[in-house]
């Protein structure tokens, strides 16, 4: 929770160690969770019925002790029509420890966050797990996973993770210098006739499309090579033989016509439907994908026109060029996940952190290239190493990022102590320390920020708390498991404050 909020987190807190210790004689606990902006006259009528259903409970202690206790609440709820902002918690229940003895307490309590649940129990003991999991909301943290094909990015929320965006690329897997290849039956179109792709020479003129005019032009090949991959797809048309299929990897690029324009597309990318281009540049639709088994060699050749007919479908395999296609593809889509983190998270005012993951080097060229905004950068704690860009990528992300967001507490509490230290040597008349001192500076108002430790007595930090509430003082609780922690109790025995003014 921000600074403002750590009164009423303390009294959460204090909340729940209260409830928590009560346990019931009989299941005559009762939990009623209404979520915010609910119907509160639907509630009170389920508790009507409740009451009813009640009244057939054989111990007739346990009867007339649940009994009471839904009608305080239904008293409580007369008049309300509908549920506060961030909801409401209502805890009821005998608590006399005297066997058959009855003392019915109620507590009424709006939450510091909105609470998504509705829930009514009758047990031996109250259902606090939704309070406690908003005591454990210290600060958000944004997180982001990211590939060349796919971002996402969520919100760790105490310890909930939630999904907030997905954002795809359109950028083929990466793509090798000869990874782009074909079946060595694949016809190709010579200068001086058809023959299969296996019998190509380097230096033989094979068939292109010369894209302004549409018109056939015979480029020399520059290299041919055989390559070894496993996967390969088979893709069925409806255009003429020899058209009407091709067997090609799965990274071989193609050229697909769609709004009027020409594009290219891995073929591993392609879709039913999708239209390819033939000669003269003719249209053909694709009929069916089909992932094979290769159990040869594929082999694959560059031209220099840098596009040719296998098959009579028009292809292309420049890897450089294609590189810069995707590289254009990806930089648009980094800029594109930048935009959508800034309106997420920029004005995010309890934002702590941001955390980055991905396969490297995509997240670092997010970062150097994706124009994230300085303010949304600075933010940046952990950046991990991850194989997923998914929900469980996210969790993935939060579990690596553990002791990153461990020391941003650490540093938070480390410089509140320094501060406090700095001030205490600089000048001792605007820092005050120990029990009578720091009272004395409470009650005079003069206490600007109030320092307590998780070790000193418990009853004697809410004391000091509600006196610090009442002249507007900010409230930080330092930890006792670190260096600077062991020097402020050692020092202050418990408390210790910053001074708005100097105190005789």
Known sequence: M????AREKQKLEDLIELLGSIKGRHTELVTVLIPAGANVNLVTRQLEGEKSTASNIKSAATRKNVIAA??????????????????LAIYCGNVSEREGGQDIQ???YEPPKSLNVKIYRCDQEFVIEPLKEMASVQELYGLL???????????LEGS?????????????????????????????????????LSDIKEGDLIEGIEFNSLKKTFNKCIKKWLVNKRECLLIITNGEYP???????????????????????????LKVGDFLITRGGKLIRILSIDKAVNKGNLIDIEVEN??????????????????????????????????????IF???PKLKGILVGGPIPTKEDFLDEGQLVTKLKEKIISIKDLGYVDEHGLELLVEASQNEIQEQELVKEKKLVERFFETLGKDRKMAAYGEKEVLTALERGAVEVLLLSKKWDRDKEKEFEKKAENIGSAVFVIGFDHTDGEQFWNLTKGVGAILRFAIE
């Open 2 to 5: 921000a600074e403002l909020e």
């Open 70 to 87: 839904l009608e305080m609440i239904i008293r409580e709820l007369k008049g309300m029509k509908q549920a506060p902002p961030n909801g």
């Open 106 to 108: 109620l507590w009424v």
């Open 145 to 155: 996973v990211i590939d060349r094909q796919q971002a996402m990015i969520g919100l």
């Open 160 to 196: 909930q993770i939630k999904r907030l965006q997905k954002l795809t690329s359109g950028v083929p897997g990466k793509v090798r210098a000869g990874g782009q290849c074909l079946s060595p039956d694949t016809l190709i179109m010579k200068d001086n006739g058809e023959i299969k």
């Open 243 to 269: 058209s009407s299929q091709i067997d090609c990897s799965l990274d071989h690029i193609f050229y697909v016509h769609t709004e009027n324009k020409i594009t290219e597309r891995a073929a591993s990318d």
């Open 306 to 343: 840098k596009n040719f007919l296998a098959n009579g479908l028009l292809v292309h395999n420049s890897s450089q060029r294609f590189h810069r296609i995707t590289e254009g593809l990806a930089k648009e889509f980094f800029r594109r996940v930048a935009e959508e983190m800034k309106k």
């Open 346 to 348: 920029f004005e995010m």
